[in-house]
């Protein structure tokens, strides 16, 4: 089957999505979405319908800004939360907030849910799907977390922590996929691209 190259946006303005991108040599332009994630709120009780709808909305949000100068282009959307003893957890927004966040995951096991949203501009064509991933995590002293609060790393990041910097202590073991923890699960979004849209994102990276 005869693969096709077009240009990628990354609807999103998260550093650890951006990072993978980077990583693997893919190019892309990064446009952050407009979207307000509280008005989603409502639907609360179904994680995984909750994350594709704001990963579909983010990505047509940004279809609106780039249809006329990038009328060829494939926009990759995802929104991630953590799922935790039935309850949706955000992004701290204080210290204290981090620390009851991290004490809570702290000797137990939480999901990663993140929600894709794949759309070719031309066609409008759109391909919504999720990916959970289980993260267990260490017992925790509280010393343990407070020196991990005081590393700043847990600012913007869902759960109070990133995987990729000094987390990464706190975590005994990963039940699916680790870039998903990330929140980027692209194992997926290739199988996707390659069986709808005929693109294979190694062919990016070559």
Excluded: C
Excluded at 2 to 19: G, N, P, T, W
Excluded at 39 to 61: C, G, H, N, R, T
Excluded at 155 to 166: D, L, N, T, V
Excluded at 182 to 205: M, R, V
Aim: cysteine-free; glycine content about 4%; overall charge neutral.
């Amino acid at each position: 089957m005869e693969m096709v190259l077009k240009k990628i946006i990354l609807a999103s303005k998260s550093v650890d999505r951006k990072e993978l991108f980077k990583r693997l040599n893919i190019p892309f332009i990064a446009i952050p979405s407009d979207i307000n994630e509280e008005q989603y709120k409502d639907k609360i009780d179904d994680p995984f319908e909750l994350v594709k709808d704001l990963a579909k909305e983010k990505a047509l949000s940004v279809k609106k800004k780039i249809t006329h100068k990038y009328p060829e282009a494939l926009i990759i959307a995802a929104d991630t939360i953590v799922f935790h003893n039935q309850e949706i957890i955000g992004k701290a927004k204080t210290q204290d907030e981090a620390f009851n966040i991290l004490k809570k995951l702290a000797g137990s096991s939480h999901h990663l849910i993140t929600g894709i949203a794949l759309i070719e501009v031309e066609s409008n064509k759109i391909i919504t799907e999720s990916e959970e991933s289980e993260v267990f995590f260490l017992n925790l002293s509280d010393e343990e977390i407070w020196n991990y609060i005081r590393t700043q790393e847990w600012r913007g990041r869902a759960g109070a922590y990133s995987i990729q910097e000094r987390a990464s202590f706190f975590i005994d073991s990963i039940h699916g996929s680790y870039s998903n923890v990330l929140g980027l699960p692209l194992s997926k979004i290739n199988q996707i691209l390659k069986e709808n849209f005929k693109i294979n994102l190694f062919n990016y990276s070559l």
